[in-house]
Nanobody, 126 residues
């Protein structure tokens, strides 16, 4: 079965951190870019970060630069989003997505991704 599965979400206090994981099964991530998106209630989906497959170059939305770090481990068929310095504005469902192309670009949030996960909830509240 081809799928992406996110994990690692939860409830965290402002200023806290989480480590979100995205694990692929049924296909190999190694030729895919991997992106993280989030969607808060009543808001449009936002592209958060992207990591290339060819050179592991990365892109981040301005709202998360310096706080979030994306990485990948193709040997484990996983990607990770380390999220630090969380605020209530970061509360959302976080999704990972994969697309068969070598590199992310500044418009990564507009690509049509081949695979999507089901999402993991991140709630930031005191």
């Amino acid at each position: 079965q081809v799928q992406l599965v996110e994990s690692g979400g939860g409830l965290v206090q402002p200023g806290g951190s989480l480590r979100l994981s995205c694990t692929a099964s049924g296909f190999s991530l190694d030729e895919h870019i991997i992106a993280w998106f989030r969607q808060a209630p009543g808001k449009e989906r936002e592209g958060v970060s992207c990591i290339s497959s060819s050179d592991t170059s990365t892109y981040y939305a301005d709202s998360v630069k310096g706080r979030f770090t994306i990485s990948r481990d193709d040997s484990q068929n996983t990607a990770t989003l380390q999220v630090n310095g969380l605020s209530p504005e970061d509360t959302a469902v976080y999704y990972c997505a994969a697309d068969l192309r070598p590199r992310c670009g500044v418009l990564f949030s507009t690509y049509r991704y081949d695979y999507w996960g089901q999402g993991t909830q991140v709630t930031v509240s005191s």
